[in-house]
Protein backbone atom coordinates (compact mmCIF):
# COMPACT_ATOMS: atom_id res chain seq x y z
CA UNK A 1 0.00 0.00 0.00
CA UNK A 2 2.31 2.09 0.99
CA UNK A 3 4.77 1.92 -2.44
CA UNK A 4 1.52 3.25 -4.77
CA UNK A 5 0.96 5.77 -2.29
CA UNK A 6 4.27 7.32 -2.56
CA UNK A 7 4.43 6.74 -6.50
CA UNK A 8 1.32 9.08 -6.40
CA UNK A 9 2.58 11.58 -4.29
CA UNK A 10 6.01 11.95 -6.58
CA UNK A 11 3.83 11.72 -9.22
CA UNK A 12 1.27 14.55 -8.43
CA UNK A 13 4.69 16.66 -7.34
CA UNK A 14 6.09 16.10 -10.63
CA UNK A 15 2.81 17.02 -12.30
CA UNK A 16 3.11 20.26 -10.24
CA UNK A 17 6.40 21.10 -11.12
CA UNK A 18 5.93 20.90 -14.69
CA UNK A 19 2.69 22.94 -15.00
CA UNK A 20 4.86 25.23 -12.81
CA UNK A 21 7.35 25.31 -15.24
CA UNK A 22 5.79 25.74 -18.56
CA UNK A 23 3.27 28.13 -16.92
CA UNK A 24 5.43 30.20 -15.83
CA UNK A 25 8.00 30.05 -18.67
CA UNK A 26 4.74 30.79 -20.92
CA UNK A 27 3.67 33.92 -19.09
CA UNK A 28 7.50 35.28 -18.91
CA UNK A 29 7.90 34.98 -22.87
CA UNK A 30 4.65 36.29 -23.41
CA UNK A 31 5.19 39.59 -21.06
CA UNK A 32 8.35 39.94 -23.22
CA UNK A 33 5.66 41.30 -26.20
CA UNK A 34 2.23 41.99 -24.93
CA UNK A 35 1.57 45.07 -21.87
CA UNK A 36 1.05 43.90 -18.42
CA UNK A 37 -2.71 45.53 -17.70
CA UNK A 38 -3.16 43.43 -14.30
CA UNK A 39 -0.94 42.69 -11.50
CA UNK A 40 -1.23 40.59 -8.56
CA UNK A 41 -0.92 44.16 -6.60
CA UNK A 42 -3.27 45.55 -8.11
CA UNK A 43 -5.87 42.98 -7.85
CA UNK A 44 -4.69 42.70 -4.13
CA UNK A 45 -5.01 46.80 -3.43
CA UNK A 46 -8.38 46.30 -4.40
CA UNK A 47 -9.45 43.52 -2.12
CA UNK A 48 -7.69 45.80 0.92
CA UNK A 49 -9.84 48.77 -0.08
CA UNK A 50 -13.11 46.20 -0.09
CA UNK A 51 -12.54 45.44 3.32
CA UNK A 52 -11.28 48.47 4.67
CA UNK A 53 -15.01 49.79 3.39
CA UNK A 54 -13.22 52.08 0.91
CA UNK A 55 -14.74 52.31 -2.61
CA UNK A 56 -11.87 50.67 -5.11
CA UNK A 57 -9.11 52.60 -6.90
CA UNK A 58 -7.47 51.56 -9.89
CA UNK A 59 -5.65 54.04 -12.42
CA UNK A 60 -3.26 52.68 -14.76
CA UNK A 61 -2.75 53.48 -18.35
CA UNK A 62 -0.10 51.23 -20.05
CA UNK A 63 1.92 53.46 -22.27
CA UNK A 64 5.30 52.22 -24.67
CA UNK A 65 8.61 52.82 -23.06
CA UNK A 66 8.75 55.82 -26.37
CA UNK A 67 6.07 57.85 -24.71
CA UNK A 68 7.74 58.30 -21.04
CA UNK A 69 9.93 60.92 -20.24
CA UNK A 70 13.46 60.10 -20.41
CA UNK A 71 14.07 61.34 -17.02
CA UNK A 72 11.76 58.95 -15.11
CA UNK A 73 14.04 55.91 -16.01
CA UNK A 74 16.80 58.32 -14.93
CA UNK A 75 15.31 59.56 -11.47
CA UNK A 76 14.38 55.69 -10.79
CA UNK A 77 17.67 54.41 -11.76
CA UNK A 78 20.04 56.86 -9.44
CA UNK A 79 17.01 56.54 -6.83
CA UNK A 80 16.91 52.69 -6.82
CA UNK A 81 19.27 50.65 -8.77
CA UNK A 82 22.34 52.72 -10.14
CA UNK A 83 23.88 49.37 -11.57
CA UNK A 84 20.62 48.78 -13.43
CA UNK A 85 21.90 48.26 -16.67
CA UNK A 86 25.12 46.47 -16.03
CA UNK A 87 24.19 44.06 -13.54
CA UNK A 88 22.12 41.00 -14.19
CA UNK A 89 19.66 41.44 -12.07
CA UNK A 90 21.15 40.98 -8.48
CA UNK A 91 23.54 44.00 -7.74
CA UNK A 92 25.88 41.83 -5.38
CA UNK A 93 28.14 45.05 -4.66
CA UNK A 94 24.70 46.65 -2.73
CA UNK A 95 23.90 42.49 -1.16
CA UNK A 96 27.24 43.12 0.38
CA UNK A 97 26.73 46.54 1.57
CA UNK A 98 23.52 46.04 3.07
CA UNK A 99 24.33 43.05 4.48
CA UNK A 100 27.44 44.84 6.48
CA UNK A 101 25.08 47.77 7.69
CA UNK A 102 22.55 45.71 8.85
CA UNK A 103 24.64 44.37 11.42
CA UNK A 104 24.11 47.98 12.80
CA UNK A 105 21.32 48.89 11.91
CA UNK A 106 17.47 48.73 13.54
CA UNK A 107 15.94 48.60 10.89
CA UNK A 108 17.24 47.18 8.22
CA UNK A 109 17.73 48.18 4.48
CA UNK A 110 17.10 46.24 1.54
CA UNK A 111 18.95 45.56 -1.79
CA UNK A 112 16.55 44.97 -4.41
CA UNK A 113 16.88 45.95 -7.84
CA UNK A 114 14.83 47.58 -10.57
CA UNK A 115 14.78 43.79 -11.98
CA UNK A 116 13.77 42.20 -8.76
CA UNK A 117 11.14 44.84 -8.54
CA UNK A 118 9.81 44.44 -11.74
CA UNK A 119 9.57 40.36 -10.96
CA UNK A 120 7.88 40.91 -7.78
CA UNK A 121 5.16 43.36 -9.12
CA UNK A 122 4.23 41.25 -12.29
CA UNK A 123 4.59 38.22 -10.71
CA UNK A 124 4.29 37.96 -6.77
CA UNK A 125 2.52 39.27 -3.61
CA UNK A 126 3.75 42.16 -2.04
CA UNK A 127 4.06 40.72 1.70
CA UNK A 128 7.80 39.90 2.43
CA UNK A 129 8.51 36.03 3.31
CA UNK A 130 11.16 33.67 2.29
CA UNK A 131 8.90 31.91 0.13
CA UNK A 132 8.21 34.81 -1.76
CA UNK A 133 11.87 35.62 -2.12
CA UNK A 134 12.54 32.30 -3.92
CA UNK A 135 9.88 32.96 -6.37
CA UNK A 136 11.39 36.23 -6.40
CA UNK A 137 14.98 34.88 -7.23
CA UNK A 138 13.62 32.88 -10.18
CA UNK A 139 11.46 35.01 -11.71
CA UNK A 140 14.51 37.81 -11.98
CA UNK A 141 16.46 35.05 -13.59
CA UNK A 142 13.87 34.33 -15.85
CA UNK A 143 12.82 38.23 -17.31
CA UNK A 144 16.86 38.78 -17.11
CA UNK A 145 17.16 35.87 -19.60
CA UNK A 146 14.15 36.80 -21.75
CA UNK A 147 13.86 40.49 -22.15
CA UNK A 148 15.90 43.25 -22.49
CA UNK A 149 16.85 45.91 -20.08
CA UNK A 150 14.70 48.42 -21.91
CA UNK A 151 11.75 45.91 -21.45
CA UNK A 152 12.21 45.60 -17.92
CA UNK A 153 12.15 49.32 -17.21
CA UNK A 154 9.24 49.78 -19.57
CA UNK A 155 6.76 46.87 -17.44
CA UNK A 156 8.72 48.41 -14.32
CA UNK A 157 6.89 52.31 -14.63
CA UNK A 158 4.05 50.88 -15.93
CA UNK A 159 3.26 48.51 -13.08
CA UNK A 160 4.96 50.45 -10.00
CA UNK A 161 2.63 51.24 -7.39
CA UNK A 162 2.93 55.16 -7.59
CA UNK A 163 0.23 56.07 -4.95
CA UNK A 164 -3.14 55.35 -3.54
CA UNK A 165 -4.88 52.95 -6.10
CA UNK A 166 -2.34 54.75 -8.91
CA UNK A 167 -0.46 52.29 -10.68
CA UNK A 168 2.32 53.25 -13.52
CA UNK A 169 4.28 56.56 -15.35
CA UNK A 170 1.09 57.65 -16.96
CA UNK A 171 -1.65 57.58 -14.34
CA UNK A 172 0.69 59.13 -11.88
CA UNK A 173 1.44 61.98 -14.53
CA UNK A 174 -2.28 62.56 -15.18
CA UNK A 175 -3.27 62.44 -11.55
CA UNK A 176 -0.46 64.23 -9.75
CA UNK A 177 0.37 66.75 -11.71
CA UNK A 178 -1.95 66.81 -14.56
CA UNK A 179 0.21 66.07 -17.47
CA UNK A 180 1.39 62.97 -19.56
CA UNK A 181 4.46 60.02 -19.39
CA UNK A 182 6.20 61.89 -22.13
CA UNK A 183 6.12 65.25 -20.71
CA UNK A 184 7.55 65.13 -17.21
CA UNK A 185 10.07 67.31 -15.92
CA UNK A 186 13.49 66.21 -14.09
CA UNK A 187 11.67 67.87 -10.73
CA UNK A 188 8.49 65.84 -11.65
CA UNK A 189 10.40 62.73 -12.22
CA UNK A 190 12.90 62.86 -8.58
CA UNK A 191 9.47 63.73 -7.07
CA UNK A 192 7.96 60.36 -7.90
CA UNK A 193 11.76 58.15 -7.59
CA UNK A 194 11.56 59.87 -4.33
CA UNK A 195 8.33 58.82 -2.94
CA UNK A 196 8.83 55.20 -4.37
CA UNK A 197 10.19 53.63 -1.21
CA UNK A 198 6.19 54.55 0.21
CA UNK A 199 4.35 55.21 -2.56
CA UNK A 200 0.84 55.28 -0.09
CA UNK A 201 2.80 57.26 2.72
CA UNK A 202 4.49 59.84 0.75
CA UNK A 203 3.04 62.09 -2.09
CA UNK A 204 4.89 63.54 -5.10
CA UNK A 205 1.87 65.59 -5.66
CA UNK A 206 2.12 67.39 -1.86
CA UNK A 207 6.28 66.69 -0.80
CA UNK A 208 6.58 67.06 2.37
CA UNK A 209 10.28 68.67 3.30
CA UNK A 210 11.86 65.23 3.44
CA UNK A 211 10.91 64.08 0.19
CA UNK A 212 12.03 67.32 -1.50
CA UNK A 213 15.52 66.49 0.07
CA UNK A 214 15.31 63.68 -1.57
CA UNK A 215 13.94 65.16 -4.64
CA UNK A 216 17.08 67.26 -4.48
CA UNK A 217 19.77 64.11 -3.46
CA UNK A 218 17.83 62.41 -6.85
CA UNK A 219 18.32 65.35 -9.17
CA UNK A 220 22.18 65.91 -8.33
CA UNK A 221 22.21 62.00 -9.18
CA UNK A 222 20.33 62.34 -12.20
CA UNK A 223 23.04 65.02 -13.74
CA UNK A 224 25.71 61.68 -12.99
CA UNK A 225 23.82 58.88 -14.94
CA UNK A 226 24.50 58.38 -18.56
CA UNK A 227 21.43 58.07 -20.72
CA UNK A 228 18.87 54.92 -20.66
CA UNK A 229 18.95 53.36 -22.54
CA UNK A 230 22.51 53.26 -23.19
CA UNK A 231 23.35 54.65 -26.36
CA UNK A 232 25.01 51.77 -28.41
CA UNK A 233 21.57 49.26 -27.86
CA UNK A 234 19.90 52.26 -29.91
CA UNK A 235 22.62 52.22 -32.67
CA UNK A 236 21.47 48.61 -32.78
CA UNK A 237 18.11 49.13 -33.04
CA UNK A 238 18.34 51.66 -35.78
CA UNK A 239 20.34 48.88 -37.57
Given at each position: ?6 K?I ?14 T?LA ?24 A ?12 F ?14 E????A ?9 I??A?K ?12 T ?5 A????L??K????R ?12 L ?20 I ?22 S ?9 P ?7 P ?5 R ?26
Amino acid sequence: MRKPLIKKILRYIRNLLVFFFVSTILAVVAYRFIPVYVTPLMVIRSIEQLFAKDKPTWKHTWVSFDKISPNLPTAVIASEDNRFAIHNGFDFVEIKKAMKENEKRKRKRGASTISQQTAKNVFLWPKSSWARKGFEVYFTFMIELCWSKERIMEVYLNSIEMGKGIYGAEATARQKFGTTAAKLSKAQSALIAATLPNPIRFDSAKPSSYILRRQTQIMRLMNQMPPFPPAENKKTKKR
